[in-house]
C-alpha cells in the first residue's frame, strides 16, 4: 500500500495492521483503536483499549482518523452519591444533624425523604456505633429509625449491619434523570408562584395529608417554584420545581384523579423542565416508587431513565 499520511499526537485513530508473528492457520491482521501518543517515521504508538500498541508503518493496511468516543450526557456524569446528595438539597428536613457525612433528618413525620438518615459517605465512626447513635436519635423523638440507603458500594457493606439491628428493606425508589432539552415544552395553562400558597397547598394536601406546618417548611425551602393549572376555578394539577447548580428537581407532581389519562401530567412535567431550563438547569431529576407503574411508564415516554435505586431501610417494631 501505499504509505498513509502520519497522524498526528493526540488523534484518535483506527489502524488495521498486518501481524509480524501470526500463527499458522491464524489471523494475519488485526485492528487497534485509540488515542495516538507517539508518531516515527518507523512507527505509530497507540494506546488501546487494552493497552499500549506499538505499530510499525511497513504494517499498516489502513489508518484513518476517527472521532473521540461521545461523552455521556451530564445527566450520567454524576455518580450515586453526588446525585443522591442533589436530590437531598431539593427536599430539605426541618430538622438536621450531621453524624459524619451522614444527615440525620426529621420532618414530624412527614415524607420518608424528610425524616430518615441520608447514609452517604462515611459515618465518622464504625457503622456499629453510627447505627446505635441512630437507633437513639429517632427513639428520642419517639419514632423508629428510617434509613435511606442508595445502591452503591455503601450498600454492600452497610446492609448486613442493618438486618442484623432489625432493619428492613422497604419502599424501593428510582431516581431517573434526564436531559431539560429533551423534556422542555412551554404551556401557558400553568401558573407559576415562587412562594407556597394556600391554592397549592390545599391541592397538594389531598394527596399527602398531615403535618401540615411540617410541610410548609419543606416545600418552601430551596428556593422553590410552585406550578398549577386549574380548570373552572379549581386546582387540577401541581408540581413543585427546585434548581440547584445545574439540576432541576421536579416532584410534588398530581393530577387530579377524576381527571387522570388526559396528558395534564405530562403536560405539567414538560413544563416543569421548560422552566427549568430557563433558570439554567440542563438537566432535569426526580424519585419515583418502583410500584407506581403508570407513573414509570409516563417518565420513560418523556425521556427519563433510571440513574439509580434506593431503599428504606425501616426499624423494626420489635427492634425499637
Known sequence: MSEPAAPQVGERVSIRYRLADAPPGGPHLTDVVGEVLRVSDREVLVAGRRGDVVVAWRQVVACRRVPPPPLPEPHRRVDVEEMTRVASRGWPAVRTEPLGDWQLRWSDGFTRRGSSVLAVGGPGTGHGAALDAVVDWYAALGRPALVQLADSPLADVLAPDLAARGFVPAHETLLMTAPSATVAVEDDRVVWADVLEPVWER??????????????????????????????GRVVAVGRLTVDGGWGGLSCIWVDPALRRRGLATSLTRALAARARREGAGSLYLQVEADNAAALVLYQRLGFTEHHRYRYWEQSQAAS
Do not use: M, N
Open 203 to 232: 391541592a397538594y394536601a389531598r394527596q399527602r395529608p398531615g403535618a401540615p406546618e411540617a410541610a410548609r417548611q419543606v416545600l418552601g425551602a430551596a428556593g422553590a417554584s410552585f406550578a398549577r393549572v386549574e380548570e373552572d
